[in-house]
């Protein structure tokens, strides 16, 4: 268009895209695994920062970089948002000033959630969030997707058929799931094979038995007034976080709360980042030394990991 003032034919156009992929096929590099915000690769975490510059955050134990020329592919969906450049040296800790957890040892369970949210390749528990109105339940939820996966929408609603919801998972990398009163048997199933990362197929559009198979793991949050995850499969993978009503005297307005997160996200991010340094230099000395494990045992050796980072034993 910029040349002619007129944009290509559809004679043009096909013979354009037919060309394209008889060369990505045929004469490319080969295959390459796509991956959505964050990714592993020859020893090192991977987050995408989704900015127009297509820039990457490189993770290993010798420190972490913003790296322009990212030698893995991301694929950014409508709703991949960018992220905000982290700053080296910022304080994980200040997460909890933004959101409403008193109790210590669930700051500790909360916090280790969020910094093994950033790594791939392993089981992540659902955190089940639950309180009463005014508990601030849907700003934790805005905060988490903020902090992990930004994008358009802050948070979720449950699709009405399976597929829909598939597609919803597979799409981003953290899915929030907001004010649910109640979970069907198919959502709930659904949602393990998301943390256990099993495929899921569906008949390919225009063939008669070729099928579309998506296979992936993701991160899920949910949260409701009560408990929504009731079924013992989908309770087996959980983290149960409970809130209590915030005071009237120590509630905020919604743009004190964006305000705060404005200006210390940057730092949080730069902490997360720092911390799971730290926890990579630590893993190889504390995964042999752990026991029994638990149900979520990647989980738990991570966290095992950060309580060592912490000073804990």
Excluded at 21 to 26: E, G, K, L, Q, V
Excluded at 129 to 154: C, E, H, N, W
Excluded at 236 to 250: K, V
Aim: charged residues 25%; hydrophobic residues 40%.
């Amino acid at each position: 268009y910029s040349h002619t003032g007129r944009g290509c034919s559809p004679d043009a156009m096909r013979t354009a895209i037919q060309t394209c992929s008889a060369r990505a096929r045929f004469g490319g590099s080969g295959e390459h695994e796509l991956h959505v915000r964050v990714a592993e690769h020859e020893g090192a975490l991977w987050y995408d920062l989704a900015d127009d510059r297509w820039r990457s955050i490189r993770i290993t134990p010798d420190g972490w970089s913003i790296v322009a020329d990212t030698p893995i592919l991301f694929r950014r969906y409508r709703n991949t948002g960018p992220q905000i450049e982290p700053v080296a040296g910022g304080d994980f800790s200040k997460i909890f000033n933004l959101v409403n957890i008193k109790d210590e040892d669930t700051k500790l369970l909360f916090s280790a959630w969020l910094l093994a949210s950033c790594v791939p390749g392993m089981p992540h528990p659902v955190v089940v969030i639950y309180g009463p109105q005014g508990s601030a339940k849907t700003s934790i939820f805005r905060v988490i997707k903020a902090l992990l996966d930004p994008g358009t929408k802050t948070t979720d609603t449950a699709p009405r058929v399976p597929s829909d919801l598939v597609k919803l998972l597979h799409n981003q990398w953290l899915s929030a799931f907001d004010n649910l009163s109640g979970l069907p048997a198919w959502v709930s199933d659904t949602f393990c094979r998301a943390v256990t990362g099993d495929g899921y197929s569906e008949r390919l559009l225009y063939t008669n038995n070729e099928e579309m198979v998506l296979s992936f793991r993701r991160v899920l949050a949910l949260n409701g007034i009560n408990v929504v995850a009731t079924r013992p499969d989908l309770l087996d993978r959980s983290i149960l976080i409970g809130l209590d009503r915030i005071e009237d005297a120590d509630r905020l307005t919604e743009a004190e709360v964006e305000r705060r997160v404005h200006d210390l996200l940057p730092g949080i991010l730069g902490g997360a980042f720092d911390l799971l340094v730290r926890i990579l230099q630590v893993q190889p000395e504390v995964t042999p030394r752990i026991g029994h494990l638990p149900r979520m045992a990647d989980f738990a050796l991570f966290g095992a990991a950060y309580a060592r980072v912490l000073g804990y034993e």
